[in-house]
């Protein structure tokens, strides 16, 4: 498989009135064509802010991009995305990479027909007429599954559930057939049922487009159906990376023991208490001088307070960033 995206050492820092907030230290990793990555962790890990830096998405200022590279390969040719003017990185943006938003009922603007935000993608990246645009958008929504789609075609979005809208922010996202579509936790504010089907959807989707899929999500559980490899991220920084059997049979960081523990089991017979992760995510208004787990580590021990572990091999495609061994129950070899 090929490198569609390779991101090294990426920074992304907010200048706010209380100080500098670290929200993205050093993240790398890449997407091979046609693979899912999942980049899974709490809420102020970094996922989103780490995908909306790759595409000009944060507010700047108070934000900006620090340091880092993120070599896209679209066309055939790596470029990289932080080192672009606006008007190009705007080609990209829905051209060929889509971003599927965590509410939909935000990202679609509400005085405006489903048909005609649709539309307006297809008009400004493939530039076709809007008889064509309307054509392939009722074919867009019937790929992603909605009845009668001439007829919703003149709809809004308050006359749809927030299923349906979530749909509709997915066509948007496939319009243009891009070569990566990243997801940023869309099945958060729907029920396990249209969860369910929008998870069905993807995996339909990337089968029939050969699409790289990046999921970012909070929820482990979601992620053994969908993903090839995940990434944890905490801190801002990606603390395991590893394929995703190998993750839930062989995890190895402390971070993502809790996050696994914390899963309702339906495989075991005998009823087990779950895992609760003791202590808050780190206050990223304070540089990072140790291992960003460290206070909440029941392994924690000297050289954790010392230093900030880096990425190392500990497996086939597997690596993690800590100081211990978790199999052998002693400090690791670094």
């Known amino acids: 498989m090929s490198k569609i995206l390779e991101v090294k050492n990426l920074v992304t820092k907010f200048y706010t009135l209380d100080g500098v907030v670290n929200a993205v230290n050093g993240v790398s990793f890449s997407l091979e064509k046609g693979e899912t990555l999942a980049i899974v962790g709490e809420s102020g890990s970094g996922k989103s802010v780490t995908m909306m830096s790759l595409l000009g998405l944060i507010p700047m200022p108070p934000g900006k991009i620090e340091s880092g590279t993120a070599f ?99 066509a948007i996202a496939i319009a243009c057939t891009p070569k990566i579509i990243i997801a940023d936790e869309p099945t958060t504010a729907l029920d396990v049922t249209v969860q369910a089907q929008i998870v069905d959807l993807f995996k339909r989707l990337r089968k029939d487009l050969d699409v790289g899929v990046i999921w970012i999500t909070h929820d482990l559980g979601v992620v053994a159906g969908i993903a090839e490899r995940v990434l944890v991220m905490y801190g801002g920084r990606p603390v395991e990376i590893a394929l995703v059997n190998d993750l839930y049979e062989r995890p190895q960081h402390p971070y993502t023991l809790g996050l696994l523990g914390a899963l309702p089991r339906m495989d075991v017979q005998e009823a087990t208490r779950l895992v609760s992760i003791k202590g808050s995510p780190p206050d990223l208004l304070i540089p990072q001088r140790h291992c960003p787990f460290a206070w909440r580590c029941e392994h924690v021990f000297e050289r954790c307070w010392k230093e900030i572990p880096p990425l190392v091999t500990v497996g086939e495609r597997h690596k993690i960033a800590c100081f211990y061994d978790v199999e052998k129950g002693e400090p690791r070899d670094v």
Do not use: C, W
């Open 72 to 170: 896209f390969s679209g066309d055939g040719t790596p470029r990289d995305l932080l080192q672009m003017q606006p008007n190009e990185l705007r080609d990209v943006r829905g051209g060929q990479i889509g971003f599927v938003f965590q509410d939909p009922i935000s990202t679609l603007n509400p005085i405006l027909t489903i048909g005609e935000q649709i539309s307006e993608i297809l008009t400004r990246h493939k530039g076709i007429s809007k008889e064509e645009a309307r054509k392939h958008t009722i074919k867009l929504l019937t790929q992603v599954g909605i009845p009668d789609p001439e007829l919703r075609y003149k709809a809004y979005p308050f006359q749809f559930s927030g299923g349906m809208r979530q749909r509709v922010v997915i």
